[in-house]
């Protein structure tokens, strides 16, 4: 093990102050500026030690890769439409023992061992041979000053902003590079090492690492208010690749949670006896390729891969498809503050999937959670009941969501007088075609209650309707009626999906597509530049990061 030490830090005793400084200090829409000035560094010490040593270990790796890629290895054996299908059978949608949330590979340990105490903003770890690493705290910065900015944290753009902006730049930590000087760690970082400080940080896991121990610190702190209500959805991110239909055996079955595609044609097949066959399924599946740059690459000894790992088509509606890399969020909504987010391995997976597991990773990042939140809301994805007997036998959780009507059909026999149908979710319309409000549940005998809605001007409107006589035979009121609880089982007698205060408590739960808005629009893109999962978790742990950098210090 090497020890990387550094020598005692002075003090500057003189502080040069812009005058650009004071002016963006004066501007109040401008919120970068405030929040990279009173960054805390200090709390970042422990992940910019983590990131030297990590950046010690992507040297040696890619001097070993170099060295190795002139040897002679053997040919892979596996064709490219038979990696296709193994893939493919790897998928969430179609193998049960996939996680539903994405999950990196472990990290293995440093070479090097890095102080985190001897670490601040211009002292990097001393090298024995090359050129000294760019500053850690800086290029952090620089990445969290562009998503202030409504930008997404890529290099590219964050190199635009450096170069394009001396006063951000200055404003991070850097310096501008003379014309005719040599190599300074100050100056600003050039494309190829912000890419390199990018992956560095998404391989370690150092993203995610920083974005929940900011999480954990605004709970700690109090920045953050502990609330017994979460919300949790999910959303979508475009893919930045092309996909592939795949054809699926015969004897494979896909669940009911695979987004597949039906052939283009309407031709029904004929097997040898004449008989209809049963079309063919298939499914949308990312390209299979090769990392490699070998010119022949169906002989080369380099293994077939997805060429963006987690992409698939998310259904939103009727003909509504995406080809799209999916997230599951959970948040406070008095508060509407992001807690968490984190890629689903196969965006192609219902969303019901991330729930449990989402839930597990939340109580073990934030252990102090548990006991405290009480209730979960969501849409009507998560109108399961063997979903919600599970989520509150394992965590203490309601599980609480709309009625999905999943294809159920209205009822239309044995009616009380006057009733035409109860609708897919529960909801009684009279032969009039007004649909009947829930006014309580009769727990003695078992029944639900109904009655018929006031008109605009608060008059019922059973005192017009020209079907009176053979309905209402009240002479003030309104029509009523009961339902046995076995007619509408999926309605809970003891919150009923129909009563108000299960929709009061419902519009808690438009929190989350606002927060989704900010994660997608305010804080970046929903279109995404980098390929895979563990880039797009990346993309979302450096969201997550930025919102609760700001919320604090901003």
Same mark, same amino acid.
């Given at each position: 093990?090497?020890?990387? #030490?550094?020598?005692?830090?002075?003090?500057?005793?003189?502080? *040069?102050?812009?005058?650009?400084?004071?002016?963006? #200090?004066?501007?109040?829409?401008?919120?970068?500026?405030?929040?990279?000035?009173?960054?805390?560094?200090?709390?970042?010490?422990?992940?910019?030690?983590?990131?030297?040593?990590?950046?010690?270990?992507?040297?040696?790796?890619?001097?070993?890769?170099?060295?190795? !890629?002139?040897?002679?290895?053997?040919?892979?054996?596996?064709?490219?439409?038979?990696?296709?299908?193994?893939?493919?059978?790897?998928?969430?949608?179609?193998?049960?023992?996939?996680?539903?949330?994405?999950?990196?590979?472990?990290?293995?340990?440093?070479?090097?061992?890095?102080?985190?105490?001897?670490?601040?903003?211009?002292?990097?770890?001393?090298?024995?041979?090359?050129?000294?690493?760019?500053?850690?705290?800086?290029?952090?910065?620089?990445?969290?000053?562009?998503?202030?900015?409504?930008?997404?944290?890529?290099?590219?753009?964050?190199?635009?902003?450096?170069?394009?902006?001396?006063?951000?730049?200055?404003?991070?930590?850097?310096?501008?590079?003379?014309?005719?000087?040599?190599?300074?760690?100050?100056?600003?970082?050039?494309?190829?090492?912000?890419?390199?400080?990018?992956? *560095?940080?998404?391989?370690?896991?150092?993203?995610?690492?920083?974005?929940?121990?900011?999480?954990?610190?605004?709970? $700690?702190?109090?920045?953050?208010?502990?609330?017994?209500?979460?919300?949790?959805?999910?959303?979508?991110?475009?893919?930045?690749?092309?996909?592939?239909?795949?054809?699926?055996?015969?004897?494979? #079955?896909?669940?009911?949670?695979?987004?597949?595609?039906?052939?283009?044609?309407?031709?029904?097949?004929?097997?040898?006896?004449?008989?209809?066959?049963?079309?063919?399924?298939?499914?949308?599946?990312?390209?299979?390729? $090769?990392?490699?740059?070998? $010119?022949?690459?169906?002989?080369?000894?380099?293994?077939?891969?997805?060429?963006?790992?987690?992409?698939?088509?998310?259904?939103?509606?009727?003909?509504?498809?995406?080809?799209?890399? $999916?997230?599951?969020?959970?948040?406070?909504? !008095?508060?509407?503050?992001?807690?968490?987010?984190?890629?689903?391995?196969?965006?192609?997976?219902?969303?019901?999937?991330? *729930?449990?597991?989402?839930?597990?990773?939340?109580?073990?990042?934030?252990?102090?959670?548990?006991?405290?939140?009480?209730?979960?809301?969501?849409?009507?994805?998560?109108?399961?009941?063997?979903?919600?007997?599970?989520?509150?036998?394992?965590?203490?959780?309601?599980?609480?969501?709309?009625?999905?009507?999943?294809?159920?059909?209205?009822?239309?026999?044995?009616?009380?007088?006057?009733?035409?149908?109860?609708?897919?979710?529960?909801?009684?319309?009279?032969?009039?075609?007004?649909?009947?409000?829930?006014?309580?549940?009769?727990?003695?005998?078992?029944?639900?209650?109904? !009655?018929?809605?006031?008109?605009?001007?608060?008059?019922?409107?059973?005192?017009?309707?020209?079907?009176?006589?053979?309905?209402?035979?009240?002479?003030?009121?309104?029509?009523?009626?009961?339902?046995?609880?076995?007619?509408?089982?999926?309605?809970?007698?003891?919150?009923?999906?129909?009563?108000? !205060?299960?929709?009061?408590?419902?519009?808690?739960?438009?929190?989350?597509?606002?927060?989704?808005?900010?994660?997608?629009?305010?804080?970046?893109?929903?279109?995404?530049?980098?390929?895979?999962?563990?880039?797009?978790?990346?993309?979302?742990?450096?969201?997550?990061?930025?919102?609760?950098?700001?919320?604090?210090?901003?």
């Amino acid at each position: 093990m090497i020890t990387a #030490e550094l020598p005692a830090f002075q003090i500057p005793l003189i502080h *040069i102050v812009e005058s650009d400084d004071l002016h963006l #200090e004066r501007q109040e829409d401008i919120l970068w500026f405030n929040l990279l000035r009173n960054f805390p560094w200090h709390l970042f010490r422990l992940t910019a030690a983590r990131y030297y040593e990590a950046l010690w270990q992507f040297n040696v790796c890619q001097a070993q890769a170099s060295r190795e !890629r002139d040897a002679v290895l053997a040919v892979n054996p596996e064709t490219q439409p038979e990696a296709t299908m193994r893939l493919l059978f790897e998928r969430a949608t179609l193998c049960e023992d996939a996680p539903a949330l994405h999950e990196l590979p472990a990290s293995t340990s440093p070479q090097i061992h890095v102080n985190p105490n001897d670490l601040r903003p211009g002292r990097t770890p001393q090298r024995w041979a090359g050129m000294k690493p760019k500053c850690f705290f800086a290029m952090l910065k620089a990445f969290m000053g562009v998503m202030a900015q409504g930008q997404p944290a890529e290099p590219e753009i964050v190199f635009a902003a450096l170069r394009d902006n001396p006063s951000y730049a200055r404003t991070c930590g850097f310096t501008l590079p003379a014309p005719d000087s040599h190599y300074r760690q100050s100056d600003v970082p050039s494309l190829r090492k912000l890419e390199q400080f990018d992956q *560095i940080m998404t391989d370690s896991e150092l993203w995610s690492d920083a974005a929940i121990d900011q999480v954990a610190r605004n709970l $700690k702190t109090g920045c953050i208010q502990a609330e017994s209500t979460v919300v949790h959805d999910t959303t979508h991110y475009h893919a930045y690749s092309g996909m592939q239909v795949v054809e699926l055996p015969q004897t494979v #079955e896909p669940s009911e949670n695979a987004n597949t595609t039906q052939p283009a044609t309407k031709e029904v097949k004929q097997n040898e006896k004449g008989k209809k066959a049963k079309k063919a399924r298939k499914k949308s599946h990312p390209k299979t390729t $090769k990392r490699c740059r070998c $010119k022949d690459r169906q002989h080369c000894p380099h293994p077939w891969i997805n060429a963006d790992e987690g992409a698939g088509t998310v259904v939103k509606s009727t003909g509504k498809m995406y080809w799209a890399h $999916k997230a599951s969020t959970l948040c406070f909504p !008095r508060q509407q503050v992001l807690l968490d987010a984190v890629a689903m391995s196969d965006a192609a997976s219902h969303d019901s999937k991330s *729930i449990l597991p989402h839930l597990g990773r939340l109580f073990t990042l934030h252990p102090d959670l548990r006991g405290i939140i009480q209730r979960l809301l969501d849409d009507g994805a998560a109108d399961d009941e063997t979903l919600k007997a599970a989520v509150q036998k394992q965590w203490g959780v309601q599980l609480v969501a709309p009625i999905n009507p999943r294809g159920r059909r209205p009822i239309g026999n044995d009616l009380p007088r006057g009733v035409d149908h109860i609708t897919p979710t529960g909801t009684p319309v009279c032969q009039a075609g007004y649909p009947l409000d829930f006014l309580s549940c009769r727990h003695d005998t078992k029944h639900f209650l109904f !009655r018929a809605p006031d008109d605009a001007q608060g008059v019922p409107v059973c005192q017009d309707c020209a079907l009176r006589d053979g309905c209402y035979r009240g002479h003030k009121g309104a029509r009523q009626i009961t339902v046995p609880f076995t007619r509408l089982p999926w309605i809970d007698p003891e919150f009923p999906q129909l009563s108000r !205060r299960f929709a009061k408590v419902m519009a808690k739960r438009t929190a989350i597509e606002r927060l989704h808005k900010l994660m997608k629009y305010d804080y970046g893109d929903e279109r995404l530049t980098k390929r895979g999962n563990a880039a797009f978790q990346a993309r979302l742990d450096k969201t997550l990061l930025a919102m609760h950098l700001v919320l604090a210090y901003g």
